[in-house]
């Protein structure tokens, strides 16, 4: 009787295990999603976030916590305006940019609907969205380029992000931009040191 009660015990860790199993698996493959692969919980990187990274954050707040696609759009467009702001890049108006990223999550909605077809339509419109996953996220301001407020550092970090590759780094222009403030605040001392010199000389 031990030997037999000791048996079905063992089988039934095997099957609580082999169901705990499956149902974990499950999980992971639910935070999968299509083309892009992991969503994306946070924004992070010295580069400006890159249409897998928009798209990735929207997807999360729209499929896995459930806000509606207005809400997500929202809450992405501020995380990536964060961004942007650190980069000291002018951003296009918000709402804009929340039609920009919907019309995104548009194209991307499609593709999966027919993500079954096997036509070379289907195929190659698949092919072209994956191969701008990794571009920027572009939504600078018309005038970025053009506007005598955004200094000429920030400008060539733009156009380098807008490459394939997101070529640069925000850490690179912040200690462009720390270098600039240092010299700076130097000229600065040394004209206060030169205007106090001809006071006294003054006097």
Known sequence: MIPNRLTNAILYFVQIQLKMSSVAKATRAQTKLYLLG?????????????????????????????????????????????????????????????????????????????????????????????????????????????????????????LAQREKGRRGSMAGVDETLATKKKRASKRKEEMLGRRQRMEQIKK
């Open 38 to 158: 992991d969503s994306v919980t946070e924004l992070r990187g010295g580069k400006l976030p890159s249409l897998r990274m928009a798209l990735g954050f929207f997807l999360h707040h729209h499929l896995e916590l459930k806000e509606t696609i207005r809400q997500s759009s929202a809450v992405t467009i501020t995380e990536i305006a964060k961004c942007w702001q650190k980069a000291t890049i002018p951003m296009r108006d918000h709402q804009n940019c929340q039609t920009k990223l919907e019309q995104t999550f548009e194209e991307w909605r499609l593709l999966k609907k027919n993500k079954a077809r096997t036509s070379p339509t289907q195929l190659a419109r698949e092919s072209d969205f994956v191969s701008r996953l990794e571009d920027l996220f572009d939504v600078a301001h018309a005038d970025a380029l053009t506007k005598t407020s955004v200094l000429q550092e920030d400008k060539d970090f733009l």
